[in-house]
């Protein structure tokens, strides 16, 4: 849920998504929360682009516009067998925030400005799905605005490993039937210049209706970390609506 599959989107299709973020921190009870509606396009089975937007008061008394961003993958590995299948992707992301530079845990999601590159493996067998990400990022902090940003890393390896699991249905035979499945990621950050680190626990629920219908709801707790964060514990809850065939050409349609 809160790291990319290797796998993409269906094809031809467009989605939008709106996610809500609450961060729960150690050394105040400010309660904070930040919004970010994103737009998915599945141009192909191998390339899909995300473009989002951040709105949060986690800088400011009050709710503001904070950064925008952009994110592309492209699946250029796949072995698929009946009921599981093997695929790799590669992507990049680049972002550009208004907040200043105030956080160990430097990060594209409306923290920092900066870009970011990795890949990805994802393992399908039945009902679960494995699949690992590993990738450089690099923020920006020479802006004047910045503070405190000799006591960060401003470059880190990022890493995660998770799980999924197909719940409910218990069998498949219609694909309006409603699907629920059960998330558990490990989310790891090694900063280069100051050896600052964290390691997050993520489990998280999902809810698929009419297989086009998302409702996500999970959490982010740190299991360790040296790291000043906006919060220790992060709560999530999004929701999704994909449109399949919105982006395929109306004279192949019927191909």
């Known amino acids: ?18 996610t809500y973020r609450t961060p729960v921190s150690k050394y105040n009870n400010d309660y904070r929360q930040r919004y970010t509606p994103e737009v998915m396009f599945g141009f192909s089975k191998h390339v ?8 949060s008061d986690f800088y400011t008394p009050q709710m503001r516009w904070e950064s925008v961003k952009t ?42 400005s900066g870009a970011q590159a990795g890949i990805i493996a994802t393992q399908l067998v039945s009902k679960l799905a494995i699949s690992g990400t590993a990738s450089i990022l690099k923020v920006f902090a020479n802006r004047n605005e910045h503070v405190n940003q000799l006591d960060h890393s401003v470059t880190a390896f990022y890493y995660s490993v998770s799980a999924g699991y197909l719940l409910l249905p218990f069998n498949y035979s219609d694909y309006r039937q409603t699907n ?29 209706f009419n297989s086009n219908f998302k409702i996500n709801l999970g959490a982010r707790l740190q299991a360790t970390g040296n790291m000043i964060r906006p919060g220790e514990k992060n709560y999530f809850v999004s929701i999704e609506r994909t449109f399949l065939g919105a982006l395929r050409h109306k004279s192949n349609k019927h191909l």
């Open 48 to 55: 899909m682009v995300h473009v989002s937007s951040s709105f």
């Open 180 to 208: 629920l499945n059960l998330y558990i990621e490990t989310i790891g950050m090694k900063g280069f210049e100051k050896g600052d680190y964290m390691l997050d626990i993520a489990p998280a629920i999902q809810l698929i």
């Open 71 to 112: 994110y592309v993958k492209y699946r250029f590995y796949s072995v698929d067998e009946v009921h599981r299948h093997f695929r790799m992707a590669g992507f990049a992301e680049a972002a550009y925030s208004r907040s200043p530079f105030t956080y160990g845990d430097i990060n594209l999601d409306g923290d920092n």
């Open 1 to 18: 849920m809160f790291s990319e599959p290797a796998s993409n989107m269906p094809a031809h299709s467009l989605s939008a998504k709106l």
